[in-house]
């Protein structure tokens, strides 16, 4: 990945960071900065990343350079609630995730179902189909709140299924685990692996079925079997995948995403229980998402990013450390007292121009 790219795509991840507190400190009338927040890290970034990673051509492809322009089109235009101009831009985002997803794996997505096929790739696939059929939705619930309101529940909302724009994030990052566990796919290990594939991929929609009904005793269920999925993988990766230096970053990125099924959990216990007040969970909720964004996503993308480079030159204990202390402490934090937004803002840009730009080849600060 050219220097010029890892720039644009570590700006646009701190801009996100900055973006999320905006709404807390800068408000703005009839505005929601969350959604810019959440389109700049997963759709613009994430996505193009994805589709990057996908193709694997030594130079950024016309479709992936359009997915990129238009994927900011459509996050300004949803931030500023220009609805018809998102959903126009909607459908040429989802033509190009497709058109990509069929020259690689083909229109048909049968390889979920064949035994021989790699659980990577599996996931790989599941994470392009997840971003196609995410606008789509998206577009569906624009149309019926915005204009025919042909259904009405309260969690059917707009920011709802933007959080969605998320899952093809963790998908391709779960990719990257199993890649690296390939040579261990003998037929035991193979069928915990399509267990795990199936429960992930299956649970996470499940799940999200269950907010939409608001059905807190089913949440809780799949959100058990979620984290038992989630164990064994890091259980599998932790035993068997090669000692590398990816391997303690993506490691990292699996005790973020237990964190993430820890607090999920948590969260909805506490909305079970009778008095609920929403905001004396706001801190309990702010960390599963930080955990989940800006700890587990960011892993899966910065080896993407760096994924020729490895090994490259930096002290991972230290940038792990620091990628914790600022995911589950300041950055939270700094929804509360402005200051620690601050010093999580500077900790997430040292995270991400160090993962981004420290220097590759056989020196490896770590040996």
Known sequence: MTTRLKLLFSFLMITALGLGYADIYFPVDGLS???????????????????????????VSGRVKLFFLLSLVYAFCAFLKWYPVTLAVSVVLWGLVEKIRISKFGIVPYQFFLPRVPVSE???????????????MASVVIINNEYTHWVHMEKLTL??????????????????VFGMLKKIEGPRSKSIMEICFWTITVGVIVFFIFILFERFWPQIFVTAALFTAVVMVFMLYYTFAENMQQKKFLTS?????????VTGI????????????????????HVHVFASLYGWNLCGLAVICR????????????????HWLTALVLAPLGIFQGWF???AIA?????????????????????
């Open 122 to 136: 599996k996931f790989h696939q599941a994470s392009l189909l997840c971003l196609s059929i995410g606008i789509a």
């Open 266 to 285: 948590a969260y909805i216990c506490f909305q079970m229980q009778e008095g609920y007040d929403p905001l004396k969970t706001k801190w309990l909720l």
């Open 33 to 59: 900065f969350e959604r810019l927040h959440i389109f700049l890290f997963n759709l613009c970034t994430g996505g193009t990343i994805l589709l990057y990673y996908t193709e694997r051509q030594s130079a």
């Open 253 to 261: 990125g699996i005790g973020f995403l237990i964190v993430t099924a």
């Open 307 to 322: 994924f020729d480079d490895f090994p490259i030159r930096l002290h991972s204990a230290t940038v792990i450390l620091v």
């Open 347 to 367: 900790g997430y840009a040292f995270i991400t121009l160090t993962l981004f730009f420290s220097g590759n080849g056989n020196i490896n600060y770590d040996q």
């Open 159 to 176: 920011d709802t299924f933007f959080l969605g724009y998320s899952f093809p994030l963790s998908l391709i990052t779960l990719s990257l």
């Open 341 to 343: 937004a601050v010093l």
